[in-house]
């Protein structure tokens, strides 16, 4: 059974530091290429949720416009875990954070996210 665990999201004022884990299980992980999507307040997550950072097998990164510089994505195959580093966090960084392979795994197959809030 896939299924994506996320956490450690929470209320961080501007310019402070969150950390954010994903626990995956019930795909191959190794060979997975995986990302963070961010789907912002009031929005429906298969429309409009963005990739704001991505690890490939090889241990590549890639970065969204909006988090390069302050996002640092890494994973731990071992633990089948993804990690995003989120420092300098701005307002515009707020909403519901999710993890998941690239391409989808499964249309329509997501966890529960974890809330990002990012305070002025």
């Known amino acids: 059974q896939v299924q994506f665990v996320e956490s450690g999201g929470g209320l961080v004022q501007a310019g402070g530091s969150l950390r954010l884990s994903c626990a995956a299980s019930?795909?191959?992980?190794?060979?997975?290429?995986m990302a963070w999507f961010r789907q912002p307040p009031g929005n429906q997550r298969e429309l409009v949720s963005t990739?704001?950072?991505?690890?490939?097998?090889?241990?590549?990164?890639m970065y969204s416009n909006s988090v390069k510089g302050r996002f640092t994505i890494s994973r731990d195959n071992a633990k089948r875990m993804v990690y995003l580093q989120m420092d300098d966090v701005t307002p515009e960084d707020t909403g519901v954070y999710y993890c998941?392979?690239?391409?989808?795994?499964?249309?329509?197959?997501w966890g529960q996210g974890t809330q990002v809030t990012v305070s002025t």
């Open positions: 019930g795909i191959m992980f190794g060979a997975s290429t």
């Open positions: 998941n392979t690239v391409p989808l795994i499964r249309a329509g197959l």
């Open positions: 990739r704001v950072a991505t690890i490939q097998v090889d241990g590549n990164t």
